[in-house]
């Protein structure tokens, strides 16, 4: 009875090791070629959308979820309005392209307004 326990306990375990996931060696133009067909299976399906790639011509395509940091926005932002106060952008551009810009920092401190004609 010991033996047939540790018997039935060794084949658990054996086969729970050998249970990884054999889709994790396919590359993934693999994949793609399997997406290439009118209908591939729904394990494949899966395995692509937690890839996280797209198959054009049956060559992947990674995409890249960059996480949008506020701290990075703010700073672009700051950066952008400095300048704007120091005269080296436009405050503000129309559609015709006429410009206001200030120069703060000049021996003569002025707002110019540039008209496209």
Sequence with gaps: MKKLFQLL?????????SYGGYLDDWTDDQFCGWMDNPSPPAHIIAEV???GISCKGGV?????????V??????????SWT???RG???IYTTKGGTQ?????????KSITLNKLF
Aim: charged share 35%; net charge positive.
């Design 83 to 85: 300048k704007m106060l």
């Design 100 to 108: 206001i810009k200030i120069e703060p920092l000049n021996d003569e």
């Design 49 to 51: 959308k937690k890839r």
């Design 9 to 17: 306990l060794l084949s658990v375990g054996l086969s729970a090791i």
């Design 60 to 68: 992947a395509i990674k995409i890249v979820k960059a996480p949008i």
């Design 88 to 90: 080296k952008k436009p």
């Design 70 to 79: 506020k701290g990075s926005i703010l700073v672009s932002k700051f950066k």
